[in-house]
T-cell receptor, first 111, second 115 residues
Framework: QKEVEQNSGPLSVPEGAIASLNCTYS??????FFWYRQYSGKSPELIMS????GDKEDGRFTAQLNKASQYVSLLIRDSQPSDSATYLC???????????FGTGTQLKVEL | NAGVTQTPKFQVLKTGQSMTLQCAQD?????MYWYRQDPGMGLRLIYY???????DKGEVPNGYNVSRLNKREFSLRLESAAPSQTSVYFC??????????????FGPGTRLTVL
């Protein structure tokens, strides 16, 4: 079982819709959770971090964390073509000083 | 602030050649990291430096060496390049080494091809 799992996609949504990206992780002691956006040929860019159960909102982005279910998600409201990218979920296990990445979900926002 | 910078941006090597990838950060971060990214494999940690003067192996360290030159700079060396090392290499840095939020910020990457 992979430590951090994401559906590779592509996930296609129409412009203006809500995109929902999901991630599960295997280590129950994981402490911090991050979402990165990566455009093709570019480096990962941090867009959200979440450390406690519940929702965290930042503009059009909402991160949701459920530690009991070992599940973290990213919602993108009012999706725009510029949101088309690969979204990487990353999980930090404090004791190991290691940030583990999923393989990413490709999002396509269609006009 | 430039953030995290990497040189070179592109490199082509022949099998057996050596090279050093350079990374520098101007955010006064304590920790620095080297990752490689391959299709379908995601980002994998090669080596990291929790603080100046320390380095540790990550998930895929074989064939690589690192040097934490000072707080700003962290280099990755390939002593004898192999085609399996063809990849995109990213350097990253973070403020805290462990025990708390570990937001990492990435450089632009080096695209390496080994023939």
């Amino acid at each position: 079982q992979k430590e951090v799992e994401q559906n590779s996609g592509p996930l296609s949504v129409p412009e203006g819709a809500i995109a929902s990206l999901n991630c599960t992780y295997s280590d129950r002691v994981s402490q911090s959770f991050f979402w990165y956006r990566q455009y093709s040929g570019k480096s990962p860019e941090l867009i959200m971090s979440i450390y406690s159960n519940g929702d965290k909102e930042d503009g059009r982005f909402t991160a949701q964390l459920n530690k009991a279910s070992q599940y973290v998600s990213l919602l993108i409201r009012d999706s725009q073509p510029s949101d088309s990218a690969t979204y990487l979920c990353a999980v930090f296990q404090g004791g190991g000083n290691k940030l583990t990445f999923g393989t990413g979900t490709q999002l396509k926002v269609e006009l | 602030n430039a953030g995290v910078t990497q040189t070179p941006k592109f490199q082509v090597l022949k099998t057996g050649q050596s090279m050093t990838l350079q990374c520098a950060q101007d955010m006064n971060h304590n920790s620095m990291y080297w990752y490689r990214q391959d299709p379908g494999m995601g980002l994998r940690l090669i080596y990291y430096s929790a603080s100046e003067g320390t380095t540790d192996k990550g998930e895929v360290p074989n064939g690589y060496n690192v040097s934490r030159l000072n707080k700003r700079e962290f280099s990755l060396r390939l002593e004898s390049a192999a085609p399996s090392q063809t990849s995109v290499y990213f350097c990253a840095s973070s403020e805290r080494p462990s025990g708390g939020p570990n937001e990492q910020f990435f450089g632009p990457g080096t695209r390496l091809t080994v023939l």
